[in-house]
């Protein structure tokens, strides 16, 4: 098990040589990387199988399994995600906002790598594969830190990617993923100034914390996904109803799912009976206020705790509210800053709500689930970002760089 120090030293120095590779060097072995995947699907879904044993016989609940799980279908567009990556322009190298001053500086803004990225993430393992194609594409190197239960998965990808670094001018070690799953060892990537430029948490509750409690190095949050949907008194009830079941049943392990619903209360009597008729047939919980449960005897009554709980699960709370400014008030201060829509055929109340929900993406009559990089036409993400720096929402190619100033003279210097 390779030691934490040497892998942080060989990282750096293998991230100096991405800036000089040329993009049609990365893109051919973004593709090839893809062809790799599909070519050992086989070897990969026997590492994965390894882990789901393990996570079977831990007993982790299905949408923890689903989120681990991985099948042709899976790995296939995990390997198209890397074709679409090399598809996207570059970033590095851009100018922009240009200007010359009154004593003839020119001065413009370059897009460059951030340098080496570390990225702590829990058992999905399909991160491993984007967060190198676009770390790759935008010139950084790689430090990947999974989680345990993804453990064989992880480190199959890895391989696979190193095999065909192996064959190019690039060195294998602008990628490199960490063994040493100890707390120690993760406390000591979070605290590596000078070899860190970035970390990215993808996890749940208690990574955000140990982040936040612990890190040196500058970090973007891509925290969990407690993600609403306000039914206001103008909205059209089917539609309503089709938004809810895509936002929480399509696929619930995931943190753009829906976990809650708010409800106008001037409609609540004739249209929760009916979304809660569809939630059953979707073998959905219910967990409401007091006045959903007046309506529906059959709900679970809610706790102060489900208003912010990320359920992951079939389980889904409901609350009544007088107006949309209580909507606004409820959803913001129980959101974990992720995605939240409001359904309504009112303009000036899907304004307001979209306006005053501070959350990184706000929709109006549109599922929850469609915050992900690659609807977005990002290629891929590297998570959801509910932080305000220096990025917010999906992270995507522009978003794993930095700038710098670039300035031309002709002689020129300070007189005052």
């Known amino acids: 098990m390779e030691e934490l120090g040497n892998i942080l030293k060989k990282t750096k120095s293998a991230s100096k040589f991405l800036i000089d590779a040329s993009p049609n060097v990365k893109n051919n072995i973004l593709k090839k990387i893809s062809i790799a995947l599909i070519n050992e699907k086989n070897e990969v879904l026997n590492s994965n199988e390894k882990d789901l044993i393990l996570a079977r016989e831990k007993n982790m609940k299905k949408s923890f399994v689903d989120r681990l799980m991985l099948n042709y279908e899976r790995i296939e567009k995990i390997a198209a995600s890397l074709q679409k990556i090399a598809l996207l322009e570059s970033p590095i190298g851009k100018i922009f906002c240009g200007r010359t001053l009154e004593n003839k500086l020119e001065i413009y803004k370059k897009r460059v790598p951030l340098g080496v990225i570390a990225i702590i993430y829990e058992s999905r393992p399909n991160v491993t594969i984007d967060s190198f194609g676009l770390c790759f594409k935008a010139c950084n190197a790689l430090i990947l830190k999974g989680g345990v239960d993804a453990f064989n998965t992880n480190q199959k990808f890895c391989q696979i990617i190193k095999s065909v670094l192996k064959n190019s001018d690039i060195p294998m070690d602008v990628v490199n993923i960490i063994e040493d799953n100890s707390k120690e060892n993760v406390l000591k990537l979070m605290r590596s100034v000078g070899y860190i430029d970035l970390l990215i948490a993808r996890g749940g509750k208690n990574l955000i914390k140990s982040i936040r409690e612990n890190a040196k190095v500058p970090y973007i949050e891509t925290a969990t996904g407690n993600c609403h949907v306000y039914v206001d008194k103008f909205a059209d009830f089917d539609m309503a109803i089709k938004i809810i079941i895509n936002a929480k049943t399509q696929r619930v392990s995931v943190c753009n799912s829906c976990e809650s619903v708010v409800i106008h209360t001037d409609i609540a009597e004739v249209f929760l009976p009916k979304l809660l008729c569809v939630l059953r047939e979707k073998n959905v ?34 609350r009544i509210v007088k107006n949309l400014n209580e909507a606004i008030l409820h959803v913001n201060k129980y959101s974990s800053s992720h995605s939240e829509t409001i359904v309504t055929n009112n303009y000036q109340n899907a304004r307001e709500f979209q306006n005053k929900i501070d959350s990184a993406v706000v929709y109006v009559n549109a599922s929850t689930r469609f915050t992900d990089g690659e609807e977005f036409g990002l290629g891929s993400e590297l998570g959801i970002s509910t932080q305000k720096l220096h990025v917010r929402g999906p992270i995507g190619l522009d978003d794993l760089t930095t700038i710098k100033y670039i300035v031309n003279g002709n002689g020129q210097v300070r007189e005052s």
Request: net charge negative; charged share 35%; with cysteine.
């Open 285 to 318: 919980e219910v967990r409401g206020d007091e006045y959903a449960k007046t309506i529906c005897e059959d709900i679970v009554l809610a706790t102060a705790l489900d208003w912010e709980e990320e359920y992951l699960d079939l389980i889904i709370s409901v």
